[in-house]
């Protein structure tokens, strides 16, 4: 059989992504596709072109027919359906963030953590109002060379496992302190939506309680039309067929939360559900109250 085209992005995060469907398929190549998020680091995601920046480019690889399947972190994929189908969520690794280079309840008063995402930011601002939230993007490297410049900085656990990443010294943070993105530690996998075969081998790589688990956080996140841009968080648990959803939304300041949790079978009911819940408490001014 010929080896399977997957497309990626060129990260080093995204490129193990990509190989570990790879391994898990047999034969295959990867097709590195330099993104717009990946060449501009200096302005941010949403000066770019917001949610969806990295995964635009390399749905594009497949449609052009370069590749035959796109490889993507879930948490990155748009809620808004795309020009692929999600054929798979392989069985999600760790959904917490970490703190890299020092332990939040060491962290002096006024320390500097670094970060980019508006989710991670609010929660912080919210847990430790006297940190000084600074502001980083770029690749896992890049953000990791921050730590000493910066006190600390905060990045997903998948990632530093899956880079194997053991210095600057990291902790988990409980889910209950920082909520994690909705689809964060998840694995998607696309291809054509008429790719007959592909789609059957593809299939048997998906994990039935982790597709479950982000479809109901993507769910929520859908119910906002919003991605990583806006201070939502979402971490479903999948139980047998029952799961339990909470999500949390945070004033970009820090000063408020809204925190919603139901358990439901239907994963993208109980998503929606989660989402009115929130918005009756009055989410979206609060989500969408720029500073
Ligand atoms: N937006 C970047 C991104 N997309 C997925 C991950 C981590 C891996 C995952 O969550 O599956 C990261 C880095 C981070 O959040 O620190």
């Known amino acids: 059989m010929a080896p399977v085209r997957i497309a990626t992005r060129r ?20 097709v590195e596709v330099h993104t717009a998020g990946d060449r501009d680091q200096a302005s941010s995601l949403a000066e770019i072109g917001g ?25 990155d994929l748009p809620t808004a359906a795309g020009p692929l189908l999600l054929a798979a969520v392989l069985e999600r690794a760790d959904a917490r963030d970490a703190i890299v280079g020092a332990r939040l309840e060491e962290l002096a008063i006024g320390a500097r953590v670094g970060t980019s995402a508006p989710r ?18 770029g690749n896992i490297a890049t953000r990791l060379g921050r730590v000493g410049e910066l006190d600390a900085i905060v990045m997903a656990v998948a990632a530093l496992e899956r880079l194997g990443l053991e210095e600057p010294p990291w902790w988990p ?34 994990d039935d309680r ?13 119910a906002f039309g919003t991605g990583c841009a806006l201070p939502l968080g979402a971490r479903a648990h999948a139980d047998g ?3 339990r959803l909470r999500a949390v939304a945070v004033d970009p ?10 358990e439901g079978v239907d994963p993208a009911t109980l998503g929606a559900t989660v989402a009115e819940v929130l918005r009756r408490l009055g989410a979206d001014a609060l989500v969408g109250a720029r500073p």
């Not at 790879?22 to 190549?29: P, T």
């Not at 694995?187 to 081998?201: H, K, Q, S």
């Not at 300041?253 to 139901?262: A, F, I």
């Open 210 to 222: 982790s597709r479950r688990e982000i479809e109901a956080e993507r769910a929520v996140l859908a």
């Open 241 to 243: 067929s029952s799961l």
């Open 51 to 75: 949610q969806g920046v990295f995964v635009k480019e390399v749905q594009a690889a497949v449609v052009r027919g370069e590749a035959d399947i796109a490889v993507h972190s879930a948490k």
């Open 11 to 30: 990260s080093a995060l995204a490129r193990w992504q990509a190989s570990l469907v790879g391994e898990r398929l047999g034969r295959y190549e990867l």
């Open 173 to 206: 943070l409980p889910e209950e302190v920082l909520c994690p993105q909705a689809g964060q530690g998840a694995i998607a996998v696309e291809c054509a939506p008429d790719a007959d075969g592909l789609i059957e081998r593809l299939r048997s790589l998906d």
């Open 253 to 262: 300041d820090g000063t408020r939360q809204l925190e919603v949790e139901r």
């Open 120 to 137: 991670r930011a609010a929660q912080l601002r919210l847990l430790r109002p006297d940190l000084e939230v600074v502001s980083i993007r």
